[in-house]
C-alpha cells in the first residue's frame, strides 16, 4: 500500500486569495491525481499530475484556477487560485504505483472559503 | 461521459442486519471498485473486481462484477457500528485505466 499525507488538512480562507496544498507519497508513484469532492456529494477529478510536464486536466477544470506541480515521484501540489465561496469544498490527492494497481487515497483538505 | 448510478443514496439500518447496494452504468466497465469514506477520510479501496461474473469476498463484504458489465453490487452481513460511512462505487473510465469515476455514493447509518 502506499501512505499519502496531504498538508493543510483543512483551512478557511477569505475569497481572492489563493492556497496551496501539499501531497506526499510514502513510495515512488507513477501516477498522481487530484480530485474534489463538494460538501455532500461524491469525488470529481480535477487533474491529472504529470511529473516533469504539465497536468492534465478534465473538462471544467484550467490551470489558471488550479495550477498544480509534481517535480518529483512522491510529491505534488494543487493549488486553489482567487478563491470564491464555491471552491469550499474537500480536495484529495491520490497515487497509484502502476497502471493495473490499485489507486490510494490522501485524507483529504479541507477548505472553507469566507 | 461514463456515469454511475448509486442506489440506494442513503440507508438507516438495525445493528446485525445485512446490506445491499448497487451501482449501474449505461457504458461497459472492465473495473469495478467498491470503497468506503468514513468521516474525516479520504476514500479506502474495499474490494477491486476484473471479471465479468467475479464474486469476490473481504470478510463480511461480497461484491459481484455483473455480466453484462454494466453494474455490481456490494453487500454487508451483520452490519456493526462502524460499518457507518460512504461508500463508493468507481471505476476507470474509457482506456485510460486509471482516472476514475465515481458514482453518488451511498450513506450508511448503523443504529446500535
Known amino acids: 500500500s502506499a501512505v499519502i499525507s496531504q498538508k493543510p488538512s483543512r483551512d478557511i480562507c477569505q475569497r481572492g486569495t489563493s492556497l496551496t496544498i501539499q501531497c506526499q507519497v510514502d513510495s515512488q508513484v507513477t501516477m498522481m491525481f487530484w480530485y474534489r469532492q463538494q460538501p455532500g456529494q461524491s469525488l470529481t477529478l480535477i487533474a491529472t499530475?504529470?511529473?516533469?510536464?504539465?497536468?492534465?486536466?478534465e473538462s471544467g477544470f484550467v490551470i489558471d484556477k488550479f495550477p498544480i506541480s509534481r517535480p518529483n515521484l512522491t510529491f505534488s501540489t494543487l493549488t486553489v487560485s482567487n478563491m470564491s465561496p464555491e471552491d469550499s469544498s474537500i480536495y484529495l490527492c491520490?497515487?497509484?504505483?502502476?497502471?493495473?494497481?490499485?489507486?490510494?487515497f490522501g485524507p483529504g483538505t479541507r477548505l472553507l472559503v469566507l | 461521459g461514463q456515469q454511475l448510478n448509486q442506489s440506494p443514496q442513503s440507508m438507516f439500518i438495525q445493528e446485525g442486519e445485512d446490506v445491499s447496494m448497487n451501482c449501474t452504468s449505461s457504458s461497459i466497465f472492465n473495473t469495478w471498485l467498491w470503497y468506503k469514506q468514513d468521516p474525516g477520510e479520504g476514500p479506502v479501496l474495499l474490494i477491486a473486481?476484473?471479471?465479468?461474473?467475479e464474486l469476490t469476498s473481504n470478510g463480511r463484504l461480497t461484491a459481484q462484477f455483473g455480466i453484462t458489465r454494466k453494474d455490481s453490487f456490494l453487500n454487508i452481513s451483520a452490519s456493526i457500528p462502524s460499518d457507518v460511512g460512504i461508500y463508493f462505487c468507481?471505476?476507470?473510465?474509457?482506456?485510460?485505466?486509471?482516472?476514475?469515476?465515481f458514482g453518488g455514493g451511498t450513506r450508511l447509518m448503523v443504529k446500535p
Open positions: 473486481l476484473y471479471k465479468a461474473g
Open positions: 499530475a504529470n511529473q516533469g510536464s504539465e497536468a492534465t486536466y
Open positions: 491520490s497515487a497509484q504505483r502502476g497502471r493495473q494497481e490499485t489507486q490510494y
Open positions: 468507481a471505476g476507470p473510465r474509457g482506456n485510460a485505466g486509471n482516472m476514475l469515476t
